[in-house]
């Protein structure tokens, strides 16, 4: 096994300078680093992660939590972290708490137990104190897709009731009038933010709101279709469908084509995030942009800025989401 002496030795620096430089130092000069990586590539040599650990007080470990391990939103936002991470030689542990709040907290307890060195949080169940109370813990902490005014610093998220007014205002100036709302689960802050956008977009443009034209679903596929019936069953004058994200977009396809309905003719969709998919649906998907993998690089970085202490560029942490036109809607002008 190559040791740091040996790195040391071809890269002809002492070995407190390679052990500075392995663990990201800024007193090591540029000349010194470059020639320790060079050595370490040629040699070969693997850091043990334990000893490092011990000598600088690190596990060079980023604790994430995340609602699921499954579905299209989780995924990429755990990638992006992962692979920012990478790039300044930190793992992440990442721990599921399955949208429910016991399981929340015993997921914040397992990555503190993995003496993890900051926190990417992604939590609807917890409550505002009980995050106070982890930044306190671990300062070195972010909070994606969520606001709490007493840490807005750590807090990176999008303008959710932006996005629904801007999908309402579309349906509305491509000529339709009376349009359907299917929201995710309404205990999510997402949400109520989606529903008010869409609430304001007919304000805005004299359109009274009516309890009739709106559903509750979820961002998940379960039960969506259901709710996508009820819908269609409670109007028939209903040309437009305003879908929270494109899970219940696609669950709105099917259900359409059952009823006999011809998306992008008959009935008009939108939808909310731009997933990987939606553009391959036939019609394609009118929908909007959640810039979801700017929101996973940003909160990373501002994790790893507070561990590393090198400076970057702003974070910036309110994030605007935008429309993304295609085939689903129907011009009725």
Do not use: W
């Not at 219940?248 to 939808?271: F, P």
């Not at 590393?308 to 605007?320: F, H, M, N, V």
């Amino acid at each position: 096994m190559i040791t740091i002496k040996e790195v040391a030795e071809y890269a002809q620096v002492s070995q407190s300078t390679v052990s500075r430089a392995l663990n990201g130092h800024e007193s090591v000069k540029e000349k010194n680093r470059v020639k320790v990586f060079d050595a370490i590539e040629a040699l070969g040599y693997q850091p043990n992660a334990f000893a490092q650990a011990l000598a600088s007080n690190k596990s060079y470990s980023i604790g994430m939590l995340v609602g699921t391990l499954d579905g299209p939103f989780y995924g990429p936002m755990m990638h992006n972290v992962e692979e920012a991470a990478r790039k300044e030689n930190y793992h992440v542990i990442i721990s599921s708490g399955n949208e429910l709040y016991e399981q929340e907290q015993e997921s914040i307890a397992f990555l503190r137990s993995k003496k993890v060195d900051g926190l990417v949080l992604t939590s609807d169940m917890l409550a505002d104190s009980d995050i106070l109370e982890i930044v306190k813990h671990t300062p070195a902490t972010v909070l994606l897709n969520r606001y709490i005014p007493e840490i807005s610093e750590q807090c990176i998220y999008i303008d959710n009731e932006h996005g629904g007014t801007i999908a309402v205002d579309y349906l509305i100036r491509m000529g339709h009038k009376k349009i359907g709302c299917i929201t995710g689960q309404l205990s999510k802050i997402d949400s109520r933010d989606r529903l008010q956008g869409y609430r304001n977009a007919l304000a805005k443009n004299g359109i009274e709101y009516d309890t009739n034209l709106v559903v509750e679903g979820r961002f998940d596929h379960k039960g969506n279709d259901s709710a996508v019936r009820r819908l269609l069953d409670r109007d028939t004058d209903m040309t437009a469908i305003f879908c929270m994200n494109d899970n219940i977009a696609m669950t709105a396809y099917g259900v359409c084509a059952e009823k006999g309905l011809r998306v992008g003719e008959d009935m008009s969709i939108i939808g909310f995030d731009n997933n990987n998919y939606s553009q391959y649906m036939n019609p394609s998907l009118t929908t909007i942009d959640f810039p979801l993998k700017e929101m996973a690089i940003q909160g990373a970085s501002y994790v790893l800025n507070e561990l590393t202490k090198k400076s970057q560029k702003p974070i910036e942490r309110r994030l605007e989401p935008t429309l993304i036109e295609r085939q689903s809607v129907k011009d009725l002008n």
